[in-house]
């Protein structure tokens, strides 16, 4: 068996609307089935594999069938959602195009490489480490897929019809398509102010904005030695606070000091990150309450990562106990993070009297930080019914005083049932591209939907982030009609992207040259932000190499598909399969969109039955 020329088709194509990984297999005529003995050992290499079989009646089941299956099954056991695929078999004997749905490129291509070599291991009778294999996976999707802010405002924007693309491999986002497009990153958005987001870093200056603006905060400030934090310190009264003036995620946070050797721990671990600021300490439980936009969309109690003492484990064992949790890993894929049994936490312990190898009795809470933040450890409960409508008021405030479009405003108070005030209760931080995965998945209570609340504010009123898509495809013709449509839709004053074997144009202007009918010029016009709508010349080697480069557009239009022409490429062979591939822009037509068909070319005419939409 040979696999040769891989291809990610990273939109709509001739096998599926899914994105996929396509490979060409090349099978020995005998040695290229599978045989019984074959498939038994695949199964106990890998028994999750699904039945291997040839769709064809009466066909034995090929290597490239067997190469199919363990390629969408690797995927689905590391964790990835993906159904489709499927294994064609060409003119020529002994030659497979095997496609198989991805939801990221890396993952699939890693796939496909490790269902090689897992067959391979069946054939020679080898072993296989399965083990090794789903980690590799499922460590590279963590690191290639969205993280869970990210992903929530992607799955809401999908859910509302909006389409998406990544334009980096983090967490930028483009929401939608040309002049109607918006753009995230993580939870910021393109209308998150650089300013906003300074005054935020800065703690000290935040602080003093939002006493201006009436929201209670803690008495402190900024110091530049040791020795005055500490009489800053005495001045405002133990217990105290000690932080970076600039920071995030809790880095460098001490909480409730109350003795000199606590404090200057504190002090040396705070000026790792900058400026250290000694504040008042409040006392009750860390809220983190969300602002989006004008309104509070979701609270949760963090409560500081901690294990409860049984008696018979030291606290270390305790600690590893706790981070066995499934939910729990490192950074932020998954619901909850790992506690971390560093010097502060062993810090932390001895301010309790303990040490690592203590057994704290049955019942005992053992605190192992004081700063409540999910990415040390912590947990979440969510409390958004709970807020006093006083409490979200203080939390809007701070968010429009700082001018955060999306913002975490960090509470502390007893209770977040009554009014800040009532309780000396306060704001402590304003964060900007706050972390969503406490609200998404809260350690207990429901989970929120935050990325529809964000979709809400950057496209109201169910907008779709969509421009009009005309895609033309056809044997002949393809340029002259895009240059028609293109011209119609300038006269109507529209500002219109151009793709054809000519170049890429933008509002009558010529940005690249040569032949740019394919998909990837057509995800430039997208990504222009004066394109009012776009005409795109959609050739087949184009659909081939990579599919199309829209999930769906408002106009198909095809020429014709001709007598013979255009033949040869990627095993398309005929006309009837050259019709196949030319009619995917038919079948990917949105369900309020037309096809315009050549009703005197009888091939195209019998496409009208594959458009979702009308047909003129």
């Known amino acids: 068996m040979e696999v040769s020329r891989i291809r990610a088709l990273r939109g709509p194509n001739l096998w599926t609307r899914h994105t996929a990984i396509e490979a060409i297999v090349r099978c020995e005529e005998a040695a290229g089935r599978l045989s019984g003995e074959v498939e038994q050992r695949l199964r106990r290499l890998f028994p999750a594999v699904d039945t291997i079989e040839n769709p064809k009646a009466g066909q034995p089941a090929t290597l490239a069938h067997a190469l199919e299956k363990l390629t969408l099954g690797l995927q689905a056991e590391a964790g990835c959602p993906v159904s489709f695929s499927r294994t064609t078999a060409t003119e020529e004997p002994g030659v497979y195009q095997v496609a198989v749905q991805y939801t990221e490129e890396a993952v699939g291509r890693l796939a496909l490489s490790q269902a090689e070599l897992l067959l391979q291991a069946a054939v020679q009778g080898t072993g296989f480490d399965l083990a090794a294999a789903l980690h590799a996976l499922r460590e590279l999707d963590e690191d290639q897929r ?33 002049s109607r497009q918006r753009r995230i990153q993580a939870a910021e958005t393109d209308t998150t102010g650089v300013i906003a987001e300074d005054i935020a870093q800065d703690k000290n200056l935040t602080k003093k904005l939002l006493h201006a603006a009436g929201v209670p905060v803690p008495l402190g400030q900024p110091v530049t030695s040791i020795e005055q934090g500490w009489a800053v310190a005495q001045k405002i009264g133990l217990p105290v606070v000690v932080k970076p003036k600039d920071g995030n995620q809790g880095k460098g946070v001490t909480v409730n000091i109350v003795e000199r050797g606590a404090y200057e721990a504190a002090y040396a671990a705070a000026a790792r990150y900058g400026i250290v600021m000694v504040e008042k300490y409040l006392p009750g439980h860390d809220y983190r309450l969300l602002v989006v936009g004008k309104r509070l969309v979701t609270a949760a109690r963090r409560e500081p990562p901690l294990v409860v003492g049984d008696g018979v484990h030291t606290v270390r064992e ?38 690592p190898t203590s057994v704290p009795e049955k019942g005992r809470r053992v605190v192992l930080r004081d700063n409540a933040n999910l990415s040390t450890g912590g947990t979440a409960t969510d409390v958004t019914d709970d807020v006093h409508p006083e409490v979200a008021a203080r939390a809007i405030a701070a968010a429009q005083m700082v001018g955060l479009d999306i913002c975490g405003v960090d509470v502390v108070c007893e209770s977040v049932l009554r009014p800040l005030e009532e309780q000396s209760g306060g704001v402590v931080e304003v964060n900007a591209a706050p972390g969503l995965r406490m609200h998404l998945n809260p350690s207990f209570g429901k989970g929120r939907d935050v990325g529809e609340a964000v979709i809400a504010t950057m496209f109201p009123d169910g907008e779709d982030g969509r421009v009009p ?148």
């Open 318 to 355: 305790l600690v590893d106990l706790v981070n066995a949790d499934p939910r729990r890993g490192e950074g932020h894929a998954t619901s909850l993070t790992r506690i971390r049994f560093d010097d502060i936490a062993v810090a932390r312990l001895r301010a309790q009297g303990l040490e």
């Open 469 to 616: 898509v005309i895609a033309v495809t056809g044997t002949n013709g393809k340029t002259t009609t895009v240059r028609l449509t293109s011209h119609l839709l300038r006269a109507n004053g529209m500002r219109v992207g151009m793709t054809n074997t000519d170049g890429v144009y933008v509002n009558g202007r010529q940005t690249d040259s040569g032949d740019c009918s394919g998909p990837r010029s057509a995800r430039n016009v997208l990504m222009h932000p004066d394109v009012d709508a776009a005409v795109l010349e959609t050739a087949r080697g184009g659909m081939l190499r990579e599919g199309l480069a829209f999930d769906r557009c408002q106009v198909a239009v095809v020429t014709n598909i001709g007598m013979g022409d255009h033949l040869g490429l990627n095993y398309i062979t005929t006309v009837e399969d050259l019709a196949v591939l030319k009619r995917v822009i038919v079948q990917n037509v949105a369900p309020t969109g037309y096809a315009v068909l050549n009703a005197t070319d009888p091939i195209v005419a019998a496409m009208a039955a594959n458009c979702p939409g009308q047909v003129i």
């Open 146 to 178: 969205m993280g869970p802010s990210t992903g929530s405002i992607v799955d809401a924007a999908l859910a509302q019809g909006i389409p998406f693309s990544r334009l980096t491999d983090g967490s930028m986002v483009q929401l939608g398509w040309g």
